[in-house]
């Protein structure tokens, strides 16, 4: 089986999380302190070098379930990836980085430490949601 990678897009940092080769479990996660073109060719990188079959992204909705700016701005970001050939699936994020903010919390980081982090934590939560679905949705023969 390929990985799967998630993505929590965002203007300055974007969380990256891969799964494990199993498609059970999220595994590395890391942060991307680059934007534009660069992040595009990042993204492309990482998922050929870890056999990614699948890119989850995150889609920012308002809790009403609406969009807005950043799940337009999400959803140009997607169509740049997907014109490179990538198969993309959104996925919706509400609440993911709220609960990186929580875990951190618990784990008492504080300022530049939860900055670095808190982006790989929300891409992380976006691919354990996505993998459960999809490991919940297979039936047993």
Do not use: W
Not at 117 to 140: G, K
Request: glycine share 8%; net charge neutral; charged share 25%.
């Amino acid at each position: 089986m390929n990985r799967i990678m998630a993505i929590d897009y965002g203007d300055k940092r974007t969380g990256v999380a891969l799964s494990d080769l199993t498609g059970t479990l999220a595994g590395q996660s890391q942060t991307l302190d680059v934007q534009g073109k660069s992040l595009i060719a990042a993204i492309v990188k990482l998922a050929e070098d870890n056999q990614v079959e699948t890119i989850v992204v995150g889609l920012p909705r308002n809790m009403d379930g609406s969009h807005g700016f950043r799940a337009e701005a999400t959803k140009e970001f997607t169509d740049k990836l997907c014109a490179r050939g990538l198969n993309i699936v959104l996925r919706d994020e509400r609440l993911t980085t709220v609960s990186a903010h929580n875990i951190l919390n618990k784990q008492n980081k504080r300022g530049e430490k939860r900055k670095a982090v808190v982006d790989a934590i929300a891409a992380s939560l976006i691919l354990q949601d996505y993998l459960d679905f999809l490991n919940n949705s297979i039936t047993p023969m």
